[in-house]
């Protein structure tokens, strides 16, 4: 049943290629070609409800994509009909942007797919890539995208596109609390920032209140920010600056990878080993007991994510975790 199916498909696909039956010009951004409405309507409803309704389309029986190409279209069309996958580098983007108007969920799983495996993500790419999968929702692709910017914040900002991001996306990996690079760098970064694109007295604030100045060096925080323009003219930026010098504690930390309280744990032995742990966010949790009593003059430690339980009298050779 397959193959006839697929026979048919192919058989349509062939016959609209030739014009046999085509009823509709097709206009595109690079030039015209022609489809059959039948088709169209039933591949996808976007089609459907421009041919079966009071719209132009359907009325003269021309239809404008100006933001798709002969190519493109034509590709889409083949993928549609014949099951086949033409997805390629040049080629991948455009498709996906074309499937995406023309609500073709199928020939889009297959872009998905093809980045996924093939995608190559660097600091010169990485925000374009997020924006473009966010707006597609491919949270897997966009999450990978954000994740290399933030891993690699130091090259993103030395190589300048950290002026490129807009307000909300600079205020969303600020928020972050594992950036991995120097908060000098970050700070660097924010200056290149707001000199490009000259934010409101307000956007200013807000944006220091979410770094991390206690991480500044002192040194680098007044030759390079508490004197310049921006910041010498904003009274609450500031202020902020100065409750956080005032308050300052000495402190090894220079990013917040490295400042971020790792867990902790407590050992309590009572019949069966009780673990309570800190975590870093300040509040006491509960671990489940282990498994077994291992007795007394047990030694526990932690390692990563995992706590491990080893010695005492009763299994004295057995390790837990």
């Known amino acids: 049943m397959d193959c006839t199916k697929n026979s048919i498909l192919q058989n349509i696909h062939d016959e609209m290629v030739k014009g046999t039956f085509n009823d509709l010009d097709i206009v595109c951004e690079n030039g015209t070609t022609s489809a059959n409405r039948l088709v169209l309507a039933a591949m996808s409803s976007y089609f459907r409800a421009m041919l079966t309704s009071d719209m132009a389309e359907n009325r003269t029986g021309v239809l404008n994509l100006p933001t798709v190409s002969v190519s493109v279209f034509q590709d889409v069309l083949k993928m549609s009909l014949c099951s086949v996958d033409l997805v390629n580098e040049d080629n991948c983007v455009k498709i996906l942007d074309a499937c995406e108007m023309m609500q073709l969920d199928n020939v889009k799983d297959l ?50 596109n950290i002026v490129h ?12 609390d594992d950036l991995k690079c120097k908060e000098d760098v970050i700070m660097k970064g924010v200056m290149k920032w707001i000199e490009r694109n000259n934010p409101d007295a307000d956007d200013v604030k807000l944006i220091f209140e979410i770094i991390r100045i206690d991480l500044v060096d002192a040194k680098f925080l007044i030759a390079n920010v508490v004197f310049s323009k921006l910041i010498s003219e904003n009274n609450s930026v500031q202020q902020i600056i100065k409750d956080v010098m005032l308050s300052k504690v000495s402190t090894p930390s220079t990013s917040r990878f490295h400042s971020v309280r790792e867990n902790e744990f407590v050992l309590h032995y009572n019949k069966t080993s ?45 390790a837990l975790v």
């Open 165 to 176: 991001l807009s307000k909300t996306e600079l205020l969303e990996i600020l928020s972050k």
């Open 111 to 160: 872009c998905h797919r093809y980045l996924k495996e093939s995608l190559e993500i660097n600091a010169d790419n990485c925000l374009q890539w997020w924006r473009l999968m966010h707006r597609y929702n491919v949270a897997e692709l966009s999450n990978r995208a954000v994740s290399y910017l933030t891993e690699n914040l130091t090259d993103f900002v030395e190589r300048k």
């Open 274 to 318: 009780l673990l309570s742990c800190f975590t870093s966010d300040g509040t006491w949790e509960d671990v489940p007991p282990s498994p077994v009593d291992p007795g007394w003059w047990h030694s526990a430690a932690s390692l990563g994510n995992k706590i491990y339980i080893t010695g005492g009298v009763s299994i004295g050779k057995c």
